[in-house]
Protein backbone atom coordinates (compact mmCIF):
# COMPACT_ATOMS: atom_id res chain seq x y z
CA UNK A 1 0.00 0.00 0.00
CA UNK A 2 1.58 3.28 -1.20
CA UNK A 3 -0.70 5.42 1.17
CA UNK A 4 -3.82 8.08 0.42
CA UNK A 5 -3.93 8.36 -3.22
CA UNK A 6 -6.17 11.23 -4.84
CA UNK A 7 -6.87 11.71 -8.01
CA UNK A 8 -6.84 13.76 -10.57
CA UNK A 9 -3.72 16.28 -9.17
CA UNK A 10 -4.69 19.28 -10.70
CA UNK A 11 -8.41 20.48 -12.20
CA UNK A 12 -9.17 23.32 -13.87
CA UNK A 13 -12.70 24.13 -14.81
CA UNK A 14 -14.96 26.89 -16.23
CA UNK A 15 -17.57 28.55 -13.60
CA UNK A 16 -20.27 26.50 -13.41
CA UNK A 17 -19.48 23.21 -14.22
CA UNK A 18 -19.77 20.24 -12.53
CA UNK A 19 -16.05 18.14 -11.21
CA UNK A 20 -15.40 14.84 -9.03
CA UNK A 21 -12.78 13.90 -7.17
CA UNK A 22 -11.55 10.81 -5.96
CA UNK A 23 -9.92 9.74 -2.64
CA UNK A 24 -8.03 6.54 -2.14
CA UNK A 25 -7.63 5.31 1.17
CA UNK A 26 -4.83 3.22 2.93
CA UNK A 27 -6.88 -0.06 2.55
CA UNK A 28 -6.94 -0.78 6.40
CA UNK A 29 -8.28 2.51 7.02
CA UNK A 30 -11.73 2.41 8.05
CA UNK A 31 -12.03 6.35 8.50
CA UNK A 32 -11.80 8.86 5.70
CA UNK A 33 -12.20 12.77 5.79
CA UNK A 34 -12.08 15.54 2.99
CA UNK A 35 -10.74 18.86 3.96
CA UNK A 36 -10.55 22.04 1.72
CA UNK A 37 -7.33 24.76 2.38
CA UNK A 38 -7.06 27.55 0.55
CA UNK A 39 -3.74 29.27 0.06
CA UNK A 40 -1.72 30.03 3.15
CA UNK A 41 -4.42 28.47 5.64
CA UNK A 42 -4.97 25.78 7.19
CA UNK A 43 -7.66 22.95 6.60
CA UNK A 44 -11.30 23.23 6.51
CA UNK A 45 -13.14 20.22 7.31
CA UNK A 46 -15.91 19.32 4.99
CA UNK A 47 -16.98 15.96 6.16
CA UNK A 48 -15.56 12.32 7.45
CA UNK A 49 -16.71 8.61 6.85
CA UNK A 50 -16.85 5.81 8.74
CA UNK A 51 -16.78 2.93 6.81
CA UNK A 52 -19.61 3.74 4.07
CA UNK A 53 -21.77 6.15 6.48
CA UNK A 54 -21.35 9.79 6.24
CA UNK A 55 -20.80 10.42 9.95
CA UNK A 56 -20.80 14.54 10.21
CA UNK A 57 -20.81 17.28 7.61
CA UNK A 58 -19.79 20.94 7.48
CA UNK A 59 -22.38 23.35 8.35
CA UNK A 60 -20.45 25.88 6.11
CA UNK A 61 -20.78 23.31 3.10
CA UNK A 62 -22.99 24.61 0.44
CA UNK A 63 -25.37 21.89 -1.03
CA UNK A 64 -23.77 22.09 -3.80
CA UNK A 65 -20.87 20.17 -2.88
CA UNK A 66 -21.77 15.97 -2.08
CA UNK A 67 -19.53 13.12 -0.92
CA UNK A 68 -19.86 9.23 -1.24
CA UNK A 69 -18.14 6.56 0.05
CA UNK A 70 -20.09 3.57 -1.46
CA UNK A 71 -18.16 0.60 -0.49
CA UNK A 72 -16.80 1.99 2.29
CA UNK A 73 -13.43 2.20 0.36
CA UNK A 74 -12.43 5.13 -2.39
CA UNK A 75 -14.39 8.01 -2.01
CA UNK A 76 -15.58 10.76 -4.20
CA UNK A 77 -16.24 14.62 -3.40
CA UNK A 78 -18.47 16.24 -6.28
CA UNK A 79 -19.02 19.83 -6.56
CA UNK A 80 -21.70 20.79 -8.50
CA UNK A 81 -22.38 24.15 -10.41
CA UNK A 82 -18.38 25.55 -9.34
CA UNK A 83 -17.98 29.17 -8.38
CA UNK A 84 -14.76 31.17 -8.41
CA UNK A 85 -14.65 30.63 -4.67
CA UNK A 86 -14.56 27.03 -4.61
CA UNK A 87 -11.00 27.34 -6.38
CA UNK A 88 -8.80 25.23 -3.41
CA UNK A 89 -6.85 22.23 -2.39
CA UNK A 90 -8.95 19.07 -1.79
CA UNK A 91 -7.03 17.19 0.69
CA UNK A 92 -8.24 13.47 1.61
CA UNK A 93 -7.52 11.76 4.43
CA UNK A 94 -7.42 7.85 6.41
CA UNK A 95 -7.44 6.83 9.66
CA UNK A 96 -8.51 3.62 11.93
CA UNK A 97 -8.72 3.21 15.29
CA UNK A 98 -6.26 5.32 17.47
CA UNK A 99 -3.97 5.75 14.37
CA UNK A 100 -3.46 10.07 13.23
CA UNK A 101 -4.52 11.12 10.20
CA UNK A 102 -2.83 10.26 7.29
CA UNK A 103 -3.07 12.66 4.23
CA UNK A 104 -2.89 12.55 0.38
CA UNK A 105 -0.83 14.63 -1.95
CA UNK A 106 -4.10 16.40 -2.89
CA UNK A 107 -6.03 17.97 -5.73
CA UNK A 108 -5.81 21.65 -7.11
CA UNK A 109 -8.51 22.76 -8.44
CA UNK A 110 -8.89 26.13 -10.00
CA UNK A 111 -12.50 27.55 -11.72
CA UNK A 112 -11.69 30.15 -14.31
CA UNK B 1 -17.36 24.27 19.68
CA UNK B 2 -13.15 23.73 19.79
CA UNK B 3 -10.80 25.89 18.65
CA UNK B 4 -7.24 25.96 17.45
CA UNK B 5 -5.09 29.45 17.27
CA UNK B 6 -1.66 29.82 16.06
CA UNK B 7 -0.48 33.42 16.41
CA UNK B 8 2.26 33.14 14.54
CA UNK B 9 1.87 33.68 10.91
CA UNK B 10 5.73 33.17 10.27
CA UNK B 11 8.60 32.76 12.28
CA UNK B 12 12.18 32.27 11.43
CA UNK B 13 15.15 30.57 12.68
CA UNK B 14 18.85 30.12 11.94
CA UNK B 15 20.17 26.47 10.57
CA UNK B 16 21.31 24.63 13.59
CA UNK B 17 19.13 26.70 16.32
CA UNK B 18 16.10 26.39 18.24
CA UNK B 19 12.70 27.29 17.37
CA UNK B 20 9.42 27.52 19.06
CA UNK B 21 5.83 27.50 17.18
CA UNK B 22 3.40 28.78 19.64
CA UNK B 23 -0.90 26.97 19.34
CA UNK B 24 -3.21 27.37 21.82
CA UNK B 25 -6.40 25.86 21.71
CA UNK B 26 -9.88 26.05 23.82
CA UNK B 27 -12.02 23.04 24.56
CA UNK B 28 -14.18 21.88 27.60
CA UNK B 29 -13.08 18.23 27.23
CA UNK B 30 -10.48 16.42 29.67
CA UNK B 31 -10.09 14.21 27.02
CA UNK B 32 -7.88 14.49 23.53
CA UNK B 33 -5.16 14.44 21.36
CA UNK B 34 -3.47 17.46 20.18
CA UNK B 35 -0.81 16.63 16.90
CA UNK B 36 1.22 19.23 15.14
CA UNK B 37 1.16 17.86 10.90
CA UNK B 38 4.28 19.70 8.59
CA UNK B 39 3.20 20.76 5.12
CA UNK B 40 6.77 21.28 2.84
CA UNK B 41 6.15 23.38 0.01
CA UNK B 42 3.80 21.60 -2.63
CA UNK B 43 4.62 18.38 -1.06
CA UNK B 44 1.88 16.14 1.48
CA UNK B 45 1.14 17.27 5.04
CA UNK B 46 2.58 14.50 6.84
CA UNK B 47 2.34 14.10 11.10
CA UNK B 48 5.23 15.43 13.35
CA UNK B 49 4.00 14.32 16.75
CA UNK B 50 1.52 13.73 18.76
CA UNK B 51 0.05 14.60 22.31
CA UNK B 52 -2.18 12.60 24.56
CA UNK B 53 -3.90 14.75 26.82
CA UNK B 54 -4.72 12.09 29.76
CA UNK B 55 -0.24 11.95 29.40
CA UNK B 56 1.33 14.40 31.47
CA UNK B 57 5.05 13.90 29.73
CA UNK B 58 5.67 15.54 27.17
CA UNK B 59 5.64 13.69 23.90
CA UNK B 60 8.89 13.84 22.12
CA UNK B 61 10.34 12.70 18.43
CA UNK B 62 13.97 13.13 17.81
CA UNK B 63 14.59 16.46 17.16
CA UNK B 64 11.03 17.57 18.04
CA UNK B 65 9.28 18.20 21.33
CA UNK B 66 6.26 20.03 22.80
CA UNK B 67 5.37 21.85 25.78
CA UNK B 68 1.94 20.40 26.61
CA UNK B 69 0.58 22.99 29.49
CA UNK B 70 -3.51 21.49 29.74
CA UNK B 71 -4.18 23.82 32.26
CA UNK B 72 -3.24 27.16 30.08
CA UNK B 73 -4.57 24.95 26.61
CA UNK B 74 -1.15 25.29 25.44
CA UNK B 75 0.49 23.25 22.97
CA UNK B 76 3.76 24.55 21.51
CA UNK B 77 6.41 22.71 19.78
CA UNK B 78 9.79 23.20 19.71
CA UNK B 79 12.40 22.53 17.24
CA UNK B 80 16.14 21.63 17.86
CA UNK B 81 19.13 22.01 15.57
CA UNK B 82 17.22 23.10 12.76
CA UNK B 83 17.57 22.05 9.05
CA UNK B 84 16.84 23.42 5.72
CA UNK B 85 14.59 20.38 5.28
CA UNK B 86 12.15 21.76 7.84
CA UNK B 87 10.98 24.99 6.37
CA UNK B 88 7.51 24.00 5.75
CA UNK B 89 3.81 25.35 7.16
CA UNK B 90 3.11 23.87 10.69
CA UNK B 91 -0.13 23.17 11.49
CA UNK B 92 -1.41 22.51 15.01
CA UNK B 93 -4.90 20.15 15.25
CA UNK B 94 -7.36 18.68 17.76
CA UNK B 95 -9.09 15.89 17.92
CA UNK B 96 -11.82 14.93 20.84
CA UNK B 97 -11.56 11.51 22.40
CA UNK B 98 -14.93 11.67 24.19
CA UNK B 99 -17.55 13.64 22.17
CA UNK B 100 -18.06 11.01 19.31
CA UNK B 101 -16.74 13.11 16.85
CA UNK B 102 -13.60 12.02 15.06
CA UNK B 103 -13.39 15.55 13.52
CA UNK B 104 -9.54 16.95 13.51
CA UNK B 105 -9.70 20.90 14.10
CA UNK B 106 -6.68 22.83 12.19
CA UNK B 107 -5.35 25.92 12.91
CA UNK B 108 -4.43 28.57 10.40
CA UNK B 109 -0.55 27.53 10.24
CA UNK B 110 2.81 29.06 10.82
CA UNK B 111 5.13 29.40 7.83
CA UNK B 112 9.07 28.50 8.81
CA UNK B 113 11.91 29.67 7.27
CA UNK B 114 15.23 28.14 7.76
CA UNK B 115 18.35 30.58 7.35
CA UNK B 116 20.84 29.02 6.41
Known amino acids: DTGVSQNPRHKITKRGQNVTFRCDPISEHNRLYWYRQTLGQGPEFLTY????????KSRLLSDRFSAERPKGSFSTLEIQRTEQGDSAMYLCASSVDRDPLTFGSGTRLTVV | AQTVTQSQPEMSVQEAETVTLSCTYD???????LFWYKQPPSRQMILVIRQEAYKQQNATENRFSVNFQKAAKSFSLKISDSQLGDAAMYFCAYRSRTSGTYKYIFGTGTRLKVLA
Open chain 1, 49 to 56: FQNEAQLE
Open chain 2, 27 to 33: TSESDYY
